[in-house]
């Protein structure tokens, strides 16, 4: 299911669909109180949002308060932000997606609580996958959350220099996919 749009992508929501804005304000809030940095230590603020998805801080603030639903391209950079799939933010509550993604949010959550959680994918909408313990790991936890937050370009320059550590510590290569956005 693709987001709806506006034509100026964050004005007023549409009568055709009220919904779709507070879903995903809904969502959109849900995601900045679970998922931030470990280092942080704290939700990211509107402006940290803002500067990491090239919006401005009015713009997010609609967005959180259910005003207007982003253009196609900022709700891809937002659910990268947040390590989930765009349909997260429209898609019913029912949604079997949607409903894993809850799943790993209350994860986090009690994992922060200190309750005991079974090691699953820490990211908020992928599902458990081979090699997800390094996610355990503080340091690859923070290192992966700080690349995050980084402009495409220099994620981009991250994998590069990754890619040349593993060749010299003789690890196997992966060639990444390179997304269309």
Known sequence: MSPPQQHSGEGPRTSARPDAAQCFARRFQRLQEVVYPADVGRPYTEREIAEAVGMSVSQISNLRNGRSVPRADRAVALATLFGVRVEYFFSPDEDPYA???????RAIEQERRGEPV?????????????????????????????????????????????????????RPHKQRERKPW
């Open 118 to 170: 079974g090691h699953r994918d820490r990211a908020a909408g992928g599902p458990a996958r081979a090699g997800a313990g390094l996610l355990d790991d503080d340091q690859v936890r923070q290192i992966a959350e700080g690349v995050a937050v980084l402009p495409r370009d220099m994620r981009e320059t991250v994998g590069a220099l990754v890619d040349q550590l593993r060749r010299a510590v003789g």
């Open 99 to 105: 409903r894993d993604v809850e799943a790993h949010l």
